[in-house]
């Protein structure tokens, strides 16, 4: 469609590029031509209504959108004047529309910090699953949902699974005999 219009456009400025060398003379009876066509093609046509395209649409919508309603009124286009309007309003919303899309679809990304906290609470604490590590993030106030915790653990391949590693004798005893140890210190 927007090649159509490009083309439409271009023809349409070289059809205007053609007019600046005649004289003024020359322009009315080119123009009183081609109202006598138009009237020959409504009498043909009869009641049933000409099918614009979607480009021609637009670009009639753009040229006569410049044109007083009394000026349009007086042209007898083929099209009433309304309709021109709306194609217009169209022709505007469809823009805004366009411009007013969201540039990316979706969610917006977790901020960083959160996914550093998430990939630290996960390093340090190899037993927690991702609905732990949810619920510490949650007793320190950061709103995020365990699925989030899940997606940010997996994109960063890890296991968001609590049997990450097998916790081994060896490990317990030795986190234990640690908790001990400092406990026993403060004392």
């Known amino acids: ?34 109202r006598h066509q138009l009237a020959g093609l409504e009498r043909q046509l009869g009641a049933v209504r000409p099918r614009f395209t979607p480009e021609d649409r637009t670009f009639l919508a753009a040229l006569l959108h410049r044109l007083p309603e009394q000026t349009l009124r007086q042209m007898r286009p083929l099209v009433a004047p309304d309709i021109v309007l709306r194609w217009h309003r169209d022709l505007l919303r469809r823009r805004h529309a366009v411009r007013s899309r ?11 910090s959160i996914r550093l906290l998430v990939f630290r609470l996960a390093r340090e604490n190899l037993t927690w699953g991702y609905r732990r590590i949810h619920g510490e993030l949650a007793m320190l106030g950061i709103k995020v949902a365990a699925s989030t915790v899940w997606e940010i653990l997996r994109a960063a391949g890890l296991d968001p699974s609590p049997q990450r590693t097998a916790t081994t004798w060896g490990t317990f005893i030795r986190s234990q005999a640690d908790a001990l140890l400092s406990a026993s210190g403060e004392s």
């Open 102 to 112: 969201p540039k990316r679809l979706g969610r917006p990304r977790t901020v960083r």
């Open 1 to 34: 469609m927007l090649l159509r219009l490009v083309y439409l456009t271009v023809t349409n400025v070289f059809a205007a590029l053609r007019l600046l060398p005649m004289s003024d003379r020359e322009k009315d009876v080119e123009i009183l031509a081609l």
